[in-house]
């Protein structure tokens, strides 16, 4: 008895070590935030924003990191960045019309600035307490599963149109949207469910159609990025 | 009295004509936003995604084909999808993305591209 005191109050004197901690983690992470981040991205309310602010932004908002992102690879991507958008946040002002078509203009893509890991661990703690949107993700219930590949793929360009835009393997696939072959490992499944449901109410002015589609499609396609995931 | 009612009645047809006035302008900016990524910067069908796609985007530059089509059916197309109107179902309804009136102005501004650019 006497051991399982001795236990139980070095596990809360550990706990109560580990909450300054955190609060201290992500106190710097705030400052590296407003120091690092701010130039590009946002982390205020969206709600009313308009289309032209929409397109104006330099970089996706932050504003609900917390619900979005995967932790652990939100803090490994910012010390080791990897281009997501082959398009850049939005492709408009770097499209060349050529007479192939028209090609995104690499030089014109600006490279995601890299933090130390130290950095990286306290912006993530900081950004991951951004959740305003928990109600949306409260109404997901996704639990990742498999799904045959060939069926997968065939949905997710031909029937569901999502490869117009996003790639779902390096080099194949639209390149206005995020690419989304490392999709499961970035974004928490619920958010995927609840963007392909109803994108408008994350980002009022997405780029990103609503295609209405049903539990049962929506489960098909995020078990296809599953299958996909690197 | 007849000069009352006159005045009136222009009022109204007034009120109603702006009610339903189209924005070429602001539609210009909706066919940035949303539709030059497969249609093209110049509306060519030619889109940066187009080279990856199975259905080659419309050209809407296409005077002859386009003229074919009505300000309903392209109405129609953007707001519930390609798929509606018979053609490819890659072209997705944008009805969560734009009001009617705002697909009104971007059918003003398809048109303007397509069939009208003398003007």
Same mark, same amino acid.
Request: glycine content about 6%; overall charge neutral.
């Given at each position: 008895?006497?051991?399982?005191?001795?236990?139980?109050?070095?596990?809360?004197?550990? $706990?109560?070590?580990?909450?300054?901690e955190l609060s201290h983690a992500s106190e710097q992470g705030q400052k590296l935030y407003q120091e690092k981040c701010t130039a590009c991205h946002s982390i205020s309310d969206n709600s009313n924003i308009s289309l032209s602010q929409r397109l104006q932004?330099?970089?996706?908002?932050?504003?609900?990191?917390?619900?979005?992102?995967?932790?652990?690879?939100?803090?490994?991507?910012?010390?080791?960045?990897?281009?997501?958008?082959?398009?850049?946040?939005?492709?408009?002002?770097?499209?060349?019309?050529?007479?192939?078509?028209?090609?995104?203009?690499?030089?014109?893509?600006?490279?995601?600035?890299?933090?130390?890991?130290?950095?990286?661990?306290?912006?993530?703690?900081?950004? $991951?307490?951004?959740?305003?949107?928990?109600?949306?993700?409260?109404?997901?219930?996704?639990?990742?599963? %498999?799904?045959?590949?060939?069926?997968?793929?065939?949905?997710?360009?031909?029937? %569901?149109?999502?490869?117009?835009?996003?790639?779902?393997?390096?080099?194949?696939?639209?390149?206005?949207?995020?690419?989304?072959?490392?999709?499961?490992?970035?974004?928490?499944?619920?958010?995927?469910?609840?963007?392909?449901?109803?994108? *408008? %109410?994350?980002?009022?002015?997405?780029?990103?159609?609503?295609?209405?589609?049903?539990?049962?499609?929506?489960?098909?396609?995020?078990?296809?990025?599953?299958?996909?995931? *690197? | 009295?007849? #000069?009352?009612?006159?005045?009136?009645?222009?009022?109204?047809?007034?009120?109603? #004509?702006?009610? /339903?006035? #189209?924005? #070429?302008?602001?539609?210009?900016?909706?066919?940035?936003? /949303? @539709?030059?990524?497969?249609? =093209?910067?110049? =509306?060519? =069908?030619? =889109?940066? +995604?187009?080279?990856?796609?199975?259905?080659?985007p419309k050209d809407h530059t296409d005077t002859k084909g386009m003229v074919t089509r009505t300000d309903e059916d392209i109405f129609i197309a953007i707001k519930k999808g390609g798929k509606a109107v018979s053609k490819s179902n890659l072209m997705p +309804?944008?009805?969560? +993305?734009?009001?009617?009136?705002?697909? +009104?102005?971007?059918?003003? /501004?398809?048109?303007?591209? @397509?069939?009208?650019?003398?003007?």
């Open positions: 008895m006497k051991n399982h005191m001795l236990t139980l109050k070095l596990v809360l004197g550990l $706990m109560l070590l580990q909450v300054p932004e330099k970089a996706p908002t932050l504003y609900y990191a917390g619900n979005k992102f995967n932790a652990a690879w939100l803090e490994q991507w910012l010390a080791a960045p990897k281009r997501l958008r082959p398009g850049g946040h939005f492709f408009l002002n770097k499209v060349k019309v050529t007479d192939d078509g028209d090609l995104i203009d690499e030089t014109k893509l600006v490279n995601h600035m890299t933090v130390q890991p130290k950095e990286a661990k306290q912006i993530t703690q900081y950004l $991951m307490l951004q959740t305003p949107k928990a109600d949306l993700i409260a109404l997901e219930q996704v639990t990742l599963g %498999k799904v045959n590949r060939t069926l997968g793929e065939k949905d997710f360009n031909k029937f %569901k149109g999502c490869g117009s835009c996003h790639q779902d393997e390096d080099g194949y696939g639209g390149v206005s949207g995020p690419e989304l072959y490392t999709a499961i490992s970035r974004l928490k499944p619920n958010f995927i469910a609840s963007y392909i449901r109803h994108p *408008e %109410k994350w980002d009022p002015k997405t780029l990103m159609p609503n295609r209405h589609l049903n539990d049962n499609s929506i489960k098909k396609l995020v078990n296809y990025l599953n299958v996909i995931s *690197e | 009295m007849k #000069t009352f009612s006159f005045i009136v009645l222009l009022s109204t047809l007034f009120a109603i #004509t702006e009610a /339903y006035a #189209t924005d #070429t302008k602001n539609g210009e900016i909706l066919y940035q936003a /949303y @539709c030059t990524q497969c249609h =093209g910067l110049n =509306g060519d =069908g030619w =889109g940066v +995604n187009a080279a990856s796609m199975d259905v080659l +309804n944008w009805d969560a +993305n734009m009001t009617d009136q705002e697909i +009104n102005d971007l059918v003003a /501004y398809v048109r303007l591209l @397509c069939c009208e650019k003398e003007k």
